[in-house]
C-alpha cells in the first residue's frame, strides 16, 4: 500500500497532475484514520473474502469464484460519491488481488494487511478512498479531474491505478506459483 501509493503519487507530480500544497500532521486525525481503516479492511475482507469467495469456491470454479466475488465487491463500490467506470474497474482489480491473496495463503492476514495499507496510505498520500474523503497527511491539487489522476474517486479513479494494480496481480500470482506451485487452492 505504502509502495503503490508513494510511487503513484511521484508519477502523478512529476506530470503535473498533482500540485503539491502542504502537510498536515495531526495526530489525533492519524490514530482515528487507521481505527477506520483497520475496521474497513477487517469487515470487507471477511464479508467478500472470508465469506463470500470462500462460499463461492468450496460451490464453483476456483477462477470463476474469484471473478464473481471481485465483481460483487466492486458493485458495493459503486454507489460510492464521485464512482467512475475506471474506478470500478479499479475495485474488480483490488478485488481480484486481493482474492488472489487469500487463495493462496488461505487465510484473511494478508488481504487484510493489504487493503488496510492500500486505503490508509491512499488516505494519508492526499486521495479520497474510493471516493470517499477522509483525512490526509499531505495537500494536493488537481488542475482537472481526468483520468490520469483519478479525480475526485481518488487514486482509485485512475489508469496509473489499473496499471499498478495489473503488475501487482501478476508480481502475487508468480511470487505464490513459484513459492508452491503445487497447493491445492480449491479448499
Known amino acids: 500500500g505504502l509502495a503503490s501509493m508513494g510511487i503513484g503519487s511521484l508519477v502523478l507530480a512529476f506530470f503535473n497532475q498533482l500540485i503539491f500544497v502542504k502537510i498536515l500532521l495531526l495526530p489525533s486525525e492519524v490514530f482515528l484514520t487507521i481505527i477506520l481503516y483497520l475496521l474497513v479492511a477487517i469487515m470487507e475482507e471477511v464479508l467478500f473474502r472470508g465469506y463470500i469467495l470462500r462460499k463461492l469456491m468450496r460451490a464453483i470454479d476456483i ?3 474469484l471473478i464473481i466475488s471481485s465483481m460483487i465487491f466492486a458493485l458495493m463500490h ?3 460519491p464521485h464512482a467512475t467506470w475506471i474506478g470500478l474497474a479499479n475495485i474488480f482489480l483490488s478485488g ?3 482474492g488472489l491473496g487469500f487463495i ?4 484473511l492476514w494478508f ?3 493489504l487493503h488496510f495499507s ?3 496510505f491512499q488516505s494519508f498520500f492526499g486521495f479520497n478512498v474510493s471516493g470517499e474523503d477522509t483525512y490526509t497527511i499531505i495537500e494536493w491539487n488537481r488542475l482537472e479531474n481526468n483520468i490520469f489522476n483519478g479525480g475526485d474517486f481518488g487514486f482509485e479513479g485512475s489508469v496509473l491505478c489499473l496499471v499498478i494494480q495489473v503488475f501487482l496481480i501478476l508480481m502475487v ?3 505464490f506459483n513459484q ?3 503445487k497447493t491445492d487452492r480449491s479448499s
Not at 104 to 107: A, D, Q
Open 111 to 113: 488481504p487484510i494487511a
Open 118 to 120: 492500500w486505503n490508509l
Open 179 to 181: 513459492k508452491c506451485p
Open 96 to 98: 481480484i488481488l486481493l
Open 63 to 65: 477462477h470463476w469464484a
Open 173 to 175: 500470482a508468480y511470487f
Open 78 to 80: 459503486a454507489m460510492n
Open 104 to 107: 493462496y495463503t488461505k487465510n
